[in-house]
């Protein structure tokens, strides 16, 4: 079945430090590809999405593309804050094989100290 | 903030008794789904409603657990006789539509705790 695989956590980064988070996955269809932040005690947020290959999705300076050829969605941003630790999950929804559940990663813990 | 409201929060009960979660959809929003986060672990899909219809419950554990979504008022998710196990944050998501090019809305989430 589809899956999508993160790096573990925590990353632990110095402000204005550049950041990445790998995510792959593994579908049967043609996934959207999802990048959500959960901040303490808090639900989910979208930060970005991408529907089709090669499309880079975009928001708050971090930056995401759907890579087909490598199964990849890895998640970037050239600056970090310390306001941007949360917890970072990376997450398909495959409508060809079924109906448009999330299929989340394990998460990946930010942590940025100034 | 017309968002995607859970209650309560927080809720504890005992071994055998029932939690009851309340999800009420964003304002135009008809489709509801449920998500399940065990400690330290991303979450887990366990049922897609829409108004009186359970379009997808493959999450759903097979006993004590089940869903709803009336035509009037939010989203139950009911757990009958709770365990230890049950012990989690449940999330609640809702979109205008099923379809993966509208994202899903969540709310806070309720943690369940069991004693």
């Known amino acids: 079945g589809d899956s999508v695989t993160q790096m573990e956590g925590p990353v632990t980064l110095s402000e204005e430090a550049f950041l990445t988070i790998n995510c792959t996955y593994t579908a049967t269809g043609y996934p959207s590809l999802f990048w959500y932040v959960q901040y303490p005690g808090e639900g989910l947020q979208l930060l970005l999405k991408a529907t089709k290959a090669d499309d880079k999705g975009s928001n708050k300076g971090f930056e995401a593309t759907y890579r087909k050829e490598t199964t990849s969605f890895h998640l970037e941003k050239g600056s970090v804050q310390v306001s941007d630790s949360a917890v970072y999950f990376c997450a398909l929804s495959d409508r060809t094989v079924g109906t448009d559940k999330l299929i989340f990663g394990t998460g990946t813990r930010l942590q940025v100290f100034p | 903030n017309a968002g995607v409201m859970q209650n309560p929060r927080h809720l504890v009960r005992r071994r055998g008794q029932e939690a009851r979660l309340r999800c009420s959809p964003m304002k135009g929003h008809s489709h509801v789904y449920w998500y399940r986060q065990l400690p330290e672990e991303g979450l887990k899909f366990m049922v897609y409603?829409?108004?009186?219809?359970?379009?997808?419950e493959s999450g759903m554990p097979k006993e004590r657990f089940s869903a709803e979504f009336p035509k009037e008022g939010p989203s139950i998710l009911r757990i009958q006789q709770v365990v230890r196990g049950d012990s989690a944050a449940y999330f609640c998501a809702s979109s205008p539509r099923g379809d993966s090019n509208q994202p899903q809305h969540f709310g806070d989430g309720t943690r369940l705790s069991i004693l």
């Open positions: 409603l829409q108004k009186e219809n359970i379009i997808d």
